[in-house]
């Protein structure tokens, strides 16, 4: 666990510029990949598969967007015609409670899991994932996996959104503190049960000072609101001029489609992950692990960049969105999950949510 925080460490000094200065040599490791396999693992490869034929199916449990993941699976099962990918699709804190219940009665029906990192890390510490480490796990640095249970699909990072028609440019918050601003004073809305993003700024700023920042925050009143896609329409529709903590991809999903809304990062921007694992108990485990595979390929990715997701694999960190390379990112650690009800009892107390 030591290297892990490590690592978190090194990249919050360094954000993305370790994922760009890696990218030349993953680039020479994605090009090796074409290159014949040895005898052995070539006939590894063609075990798995030929096992994966015989189960002919992988039951995937997600807490990802449902069109998403109905693509991801159509474009797997275009590879692998032979394999039915059966999905259990729910939010992440359900997915939490349906997993640990059957894995408590030895029942757990997934062979797949994805969800956010702190449910894959009570998963990981609760021994719900087996040991696998991915064919592409080279083009993750450690900052966004558990080496050998979970690796980061895609990535949020929490900003602020603006109403461009209500908000000029040159009045676009810039740090955190320009939230504070009286002119925001009942004229911001928030997500208020987003206990992540809450844990995530204590994490930048420090315990006591992100504290006394956010009861500070707090004093503006913003306006809770649930759902990222809802908080985004609303502001492009004007109900409120700025959201404080709302994931860049939902922003750009709207913008895309013409609507009067961008994002800015008011400072370091705390990211949530969310990450793919083996199931322990998992019934078909090589098509587990082709779909794991596929899900961190280049193809697998590429498809999440499409989707407006931000990805962790080395080789793509030169084709994000320019606008995110110049963004301070900050992996959220994983471990906060020990103490994310607390952080959820402090939220609410402090914003009143």
């Not at 978190?8 to 990218?23: E, G, K, V």
């Not at 005898?39 to 807490?63: C, H, K, M, P, T």
Request: aromatic share 10%; proline share 5%.
């Amino acid at each position: 666990m030591r290297s892990l925080c490590e690592g978190r460490i090194r990249f919050y000094l360094t954000p993305h510029r370790s994922l760009i200065a890696n990218a030349l040599a993953s680039a020479i490791i994605f090009l090796l990949g074409f290159m014949p396999l040895p005898s052995s693992n070539a006939a590894a490869a063609d075990a798995l598969i030929e096992g994966a034929r015989r189960e002919a199916e992988v039951v995937f449990y997600a807490s990802m967007n449902l069109a998403e993941a109905n693509t991801m699976i159509a474009e797997f099962e275009k590879r692998y015609p032979f394999i039915k990918v059966k999905l259990n699709r729910t939010g992440s804190e359900k997915l939490l409670a349906k997993v640990l219940t059957e894995a408590r009665a030895k029942k757990l029906s997934a062979d797949v899991i994805q969800t956010v990192e702190f449910s894959m890390y009570i998963f990981n510490r609760g021994g719900v994932l087996a040991r696998y480490v991915p064919q592409a796990s080279s083009l993750y640095s450690k900052d966004f996996k558990e080496e050998g249970f979970w690796t980061t699909v895609y990535y949020n990072p929490y900003v602020v959104c603006f109403n461009t028609k209500l908000v000029p440019r040159r009045m676009v918050p810039k740090t955190y503190e320009d939230l504070l601003d009286i002119r925001w004073k009942g004229k911001m809305m928030m997500e208020g049960t987003k206990a992540d993003w809450f844990a995530g700024m204590l994490q930048i700023m420090g315990q006591e000072p992100g504290l006394k920042y956010m009861r500070r925050l707090a004093a503006q009143q913003p306006i809770p609101r649930e759902g990222h896609e809802l908080l985004a329409q609303l502001v492009a529709a004007g109900e409120g001029v700025l959201d404080i903590n709302i994931p860049a991809s939902s922003v750009d999903r709207l913008k895309e489609k013409g609507a009067p809304i961008d994002w800015v990062a008011t400072g370091a921007a705390p990211a949530i992950m969310v990450g793919i694992g083996l199931s322990s108990l998992a019934a078909h485990p090589n098509a587990a692990k082709l779909f794991i595979d596929f899900a961190l390929s280049r193809e697998g990715q590429k498809l999440q960049q499409s989707f407006g997701r931000l990805v962790a694999r080395d080789d793509l960190a030169l084709e994000q969105p320019a606008a995110i390379k110049e963004v301070k990112m900050v992996p959220v650690h994983p471990a906060l999950a020990e103490k994310l009800n607390d952080y959820a009892k402090q939220l609410r107390m402090i914003f009143g949510t």
